[in-house]
């Protein structure tokens, strides 16, 4: 599967953005996706997680209540909204895929990564 990541882009503090990632080769409803990010200089980092059919989702700490992850199978995409960002949620956020786990944080576990999309929140 070649995954398509979208929708970064420069938003002051407490705004909102929309990421996007497209999946195409292989139907997506096959795959649990999940979203990371690699702020400057920083390990890159876990932001949240889907399952399959979109029943289930998990967060990091730093983005609950904040972050919205959703997947669409009819379109072979998912969406992480993003309220009320901040300063430190500036990064490059990277979707995954993998159809060896149900949903998970860790990296390791994702073969299939998209190209990266930048984020950049204002103070």
């Known amino acids: 599967v070649q995954l398509q990541a979208s929708g970064g882009g420069l938003v002051q503090a407490g705004g909102s953005l929309r990421l996007s990632c497209a999946a195409s080769g292989r139907t997506f409803s096959s795959y649990a996706v999940g979203w990371f990010r690699q702020a400057p200089g920083k390990k890159r980092e876990f932001v949240a997680a889907i399952t399959r059919s979109g029943f289930n989702t998990y967060y990091a700490d730093s983005v609950k209540g904040r972050f919205t992850f959703s997947r669409d199978n009819a379109k072979n995409a998912v969406n992480l909204q993003m309220n009320n960002l901040k300063p430190e949620d500036t990064a490059v956020y990277y979707c995954?895929?993998?159809?060896?786990?149900?949903?998970?944080?860790?990296?390791?576990?994702?073969?299939?990564w998209g190209q990266g999309t930048l984020v950049t929140v204002s103070s």
């Open positions: 995954a895929a993998s159809t060896r786990i149900g949903i998970s944080a860790t990296e390791a576990l994702y073969d299939y």
